[in-house]
């Protein structure tokens, strides 16, 4: 590397201290990450470990602390936002439904946030973490006691003022952040690569600090002053979220420079010391989502743009556009692939379309916030065009994927290293192609054996099991109805893009509400029905819709799966009682066999003609009427599952159930502890 090249990157302080604070806070989650800061230390020096020294002393000398758990509490509290205090701890208010802003008299105790319960979900416990939460108040009782004053209310009244419903969210969404509301409007713009339109950054800083500098052009260098004194309003009013933070810092800086005749800070210099001072406020904050997506697509884009040419005119405006998309999402993407599961393919385009429009309406956003319905026959037709522009994208390709593990990541931008490189001209294209070939090539072939494995998944009061057999996946029921979504992203985040088969042991809506929503969105090859689902039930309907086949099979019906099989243990013939009627499964992986036992009775489980295995569904979500002692006799499995929702009222699963297992030597887990279990087999070649 030709060090005239480097040296001014390497000598900036601004991206040392950045660099040296995100691992100071990455080293206080994985203390072997600091072994990374050793390499660096004589390229960037006394900058990086500065930082570094400064964030991890910060994170080690105050760390959010940890209410006392299990801790009864009742008094008058203040709900802001969902949050509130109690001593020296910010807590989450937990209750259903969520209450509005104001004094409340509460009752209820703390407990510890909760991590990730089925793959894909929501992670509270980061999620809360990264707001320097440590605890959650359980609300059992809340009375209101009085409002509070928001004196933001009136901008809120004056944006939306004039405005139709629809526009009034993308708005409200646009000028502030404010995405509540917007339900299936925001799934439309995630679909179309359009949701950070919705989430305030440099975008929105960029256009309105850029608005008022052109504005206020005869002021000379006083323009960059007053520009700068507006940031803090708009932090104000539109509150201190991470991106909109990192991009006010920013943009602070180039104005600050800007008006005392320094010029504007270079953007990885700026970014850099945005970096620092977010994470020496708050080391947590890097598990923030908003924050990683803000300052990947940021260095995305000044990595990428800062060394190719533009030609000027109209078509540099446009290709410039294009490019900054471009770039953002080559560094966004294993981020929003492992998040969300998929990444809309048209996003580049419906970007760089949307852009003219949402220039406009920033700053007329915030003009709208002064002066209301004067400006909404403005408003109107860009809000209804970027609407229309988000439904056109959102029918657009998607490429999909499951989670991503850490090597993937890293696999991931160890190929994209070499050709930022060469990009810059520090290596030829020719070694940065080779080079980035290797990390694809090792990830080609790690997707290569394909995991033989059963899981157990998070849907409450429910079963859904999920078998994934070397190449075929299974899906066993699916929890109630409300818990569609929860179970497609499970589905989505394990990367299972097909059901070879879909099972419903039985028409109870703890077993098939969720399999609505799965026929929905998932390609099913073949649906096996419990014998007593009536033909004109709402989940066959649903699958006839769909054109999927349809069996209602009984006793000694055998199906190959990947590289294993099911076969049908029960019921030999209908009965006429749903639960002795449902479908007794044997899946056998090939290394090992599960015997998946619906909500059959006693009575049923002695008449199956099977033997020992590995993994027992336990019955009836461990109900006292299942799970005979003769058919653990016979079975002697090593691991059973149990899936059942917290604090049921039936009791389950029942002592005397779990007494049995236990004496058998059969590890128990259950849903409503462990969340989504795995049961894993190892992989098929």
Do not use: C
């Not at 609300?139 to 004056?158: T, W």
């Not at 949402?358 to 026959?377: D, E, N, Q, R, Y």
């Not at 057999?469 to 569609?484: A, I, K």
């Not at 029960?570 to 009682?577: A, I, K, M, S, V």
């Amino acid at each position: 590397m030709d060090p005239s090249r480097r040296a001014p990157l390497l000598t900036a302080p601004g991206v040392g201290l950045g660099l040296g604070g995100l691992l100071g806070a990455w080293g206080l989650l994985s203390p072997w990450i600091l072994l990374a800061a050793l390499p660096l230390l004589p390229l960037f020096r006394w900058p990086l470990g500065l930082g570094l020294a400064l964030v991890l002393l910060r994170g080690l000398l105050w760390p959010v602390p940890e209410p006392p758990y299990g801790l009864r509490l009742e008094g008058v509290f203040q709900v802001r936002g969902g949050f509130t205090a109690w001593e020296d701890h910010r807590l989450w208010v937990r209750h259903y439904p969520p209450l509005e802003d104001g004094l409340y008299h509460l009752r209820g105790y703390l407990a510890p946030p909760e991590g990730r319960r089925n793959p894909g979900g929501f992670d509270q416990r980061a999620w809360l973490l990264a707001q320097g939460v440590e605890g959650v108040f359980h609300v059992e009782r809340a009375e209101a006691q009085a409002p509070l004053p928001d004196p933001r209310a009136p901008f809120r009244e004056r944006l939306v003022r004039g405005l139709s419903p629809p526009s009034q969210g993308v708005v409200r969404g646009l000028t502030l952040g404010e995405k509540d509301g917007l339900g299936e409007t925001y799934a439309q713009f995630q679909r179309a690569g359009l949701a950070h339109l919705l989430a305030l950054s440099g975008l929105h800083v960029g256009f309105l600090v850029g608005s008022l500098v052109l504005l206020l052009w005869p002021l000379g260098r006083w323009r960059y002053l007053l520009a700068l004194l507006v940031l803090p309003l708009y932090l104000w009013l539109a509150g201190p979220s991470p991106s909109l933070v990192r991009a006010s810092l920013m943009a602070g800086l180039s104005l600050l420079g800007l008006f005392l005749g320094l010029g504007a800070a270079g953007v990885l210099q700026a970014l850099g010391l945005a970096l620092f001072l977010q994470l020496l406020h708050r080391p947590e904050a890097l598990l923030s989502l908003a924050f990683q997506l803000s300052h990947l697509a940021v260095l995305g884009i000044a990595l990428v743009l800062s060394p190719l040419p533009r030609p000027p005119g109209p078509w540099g405006y446009l290709l410039g556009g294009l490019l900054a998309t471009v770039a953002a999402q080559a560094f966004l993407a294993p981020l929003l692939l492992h998040r969300f599961g998929f990444l809309p393919l048209l996003s580049p385009l419906s970007n760089l379309l949307a852009l003219p429009t949402v220039a406009l309406m920033v700053p007329l956003g915030f003009l709208k916030l002064l002066l209301g319905g004067v400006l909404a026959p403005l408003v109107e037709p860009l809000a209804q065009a970027l609407l229309l522009l988000a439904r056109a994208a959102a029918q657009g390709p998607l490429l999909r994927f499951g989670e991503i593990t850490p090597v993937g990541f890293a696999l991931y931008y160890l190929g994209l290293l070499p050709l930022l490189l060469a990009l810059h001209r520090l290596w030829t294209w020719r070694k940065a192609l080779v080079l980035a070939s290797l990390p694809a090539l090792a990830g080609l072939l790690s997707a290569w054996p394909k995991p033989l494995d059963l899981w157990a998944l998070d849907v409450g009061q429910g079963d859904a099991l999920l078998a994934r057999m070397g190449g075929g996946s299974v899906l066993v029921d699916g929890g109630r109805p409300e818990q569609g979504e929860r179970l497609l992203q499970a589905l989505r985040a394990l990367g299972v893009q097909a059901l070879e088969v879909l099972v419903a042991t039985h028409p109870d809506a703890d077993h098939y509400g969720g399999l609505l929503r799965v026929a929905e969105e998932v390609p099913v090859g073949l649906a096996l029905l419990s014998p007593a689902f009536p033909r004109d039930h709402p989940l066959v309907g649903a699958l006839e819709e769909r054109g999927v086949p349809l069996l209602f099979p009984g006793a000694g019906t055998r199906l190959g799966v990947g590289r294993g099989s099911l076969e049908v243990l029960w019921p030999p013939y209908l009965r006429g009682d749903k639960d002795e009627d449902g479908l007794v499964l044997l899946l056998d992986f090939g290394r090992a066999r599960a015997l998946l036992l619906a909500d059959v009775p006693q009575e049923v489980e002695r008449r199956l003609a099977v033997e020992e295995v590995a993994v027992l569904k336990v019955s009836h979500h461990g109900s006292r009427t299942g799970t005979a002692e003769v058919l653990l006799e016979r079975t002697r499995p090593r691991v059973a599952l149990i899936g059942v929702g917290r604090g049921n009222p039936y009791g389950q699963p029942h002592p005397e159930v779990l007494e049995r297992l236990a004496a058998r030597g059969a590890k128990v887990y259950r849903t409503d502890r462990h969340g989504a279990v795995r049961v894993s087999f190892g992989y098929a070649w």
